[in-house]
């Protein structure tokens, strides 16, 4: 895919992740996406210079596509898990599955979002922190949570192109994440 081509057509498998290579303007490595090839369906991809990255139209619905990830907790001990989306966060409980919408998005950002999940340390407001991002709780909003990474278990670039939410799951005994 480069600017200016015609359409592109890929084989679909609903079943599996794929993957994009993509190589920004004047740059020497490749940025590797994420999405969801979910079903026969034509995307119009707009480029925007400013943010670097693209936002994607579902020709079907006439809608731009919004991400969603459902993340899930298996055999964690005591710590604390934050899974992100974008500029959005949502602390991960080891009970539940908490489902993740771009919450905190502003009109310049991209819908190919960074994605992670990481151990965390939270912190008071008069601790030194290293990180803030926009807390998501049950609708409720946090603009300013702060925090420390204690270790980053995955941190990638997602494309959605269904608004079917990817699972992403964490076993704190293996250390194994699987994507869904």
């Not at 936002?55 to 964690?76: P, S």
């Not at 960074?114 to 407001?125: A, G």
Request: overall charge negative; proline content about 3%; some cysteine.
């Amino acid at each position: 895919m480069r600017y200016g081509s015609g359409a592109i057509k890929v084989l679909v498998n609903p079943h599996k992740l794929d993957t994009i290579l993509y190589k920004g303007y004047n740059r020497n490595d490749f940025d590797t996406i994420i999405c969801n090839i979910s079903q026969a369906k034509r995307y119009k991809f707009y480029y925007n210079d400013c943010f670097g990255a693209f936002n994607i139209h579902d020709e079907t619905t006439g809608k731009f596509i919004q991400g969603k990830i459902m993340y899930q907790l298996k055999n964690a001990a005591n710590k604390t898990y934050l899974g992100t989306l974008g500029e959005s966060g949502v602390l991960i409980d080891k009970n539940l599955s908490d489902t993740l919408h771009p919450h905190c998005i502003s009109a310049m950002s991209p819908i190919v979002y960074q994605i992670t999940f990481s151990e965390i340390e939270c912190c008071e407001v008069s601790m030194n922190y290293t990180e803030v991002i926009c807390l998501v709780d049950n609708e409720n909003v946090d603009w300013e949570f702060k925090f420390n990474i204690v270790s980053n278990k995955l941190d990638l670039l997602f494309m959605p192109l269904s608004a079917e939410p990817v699972l992403i799951s964490y076993d704190g005994h293996t250390g194994l994440i699987e994507m869904k």
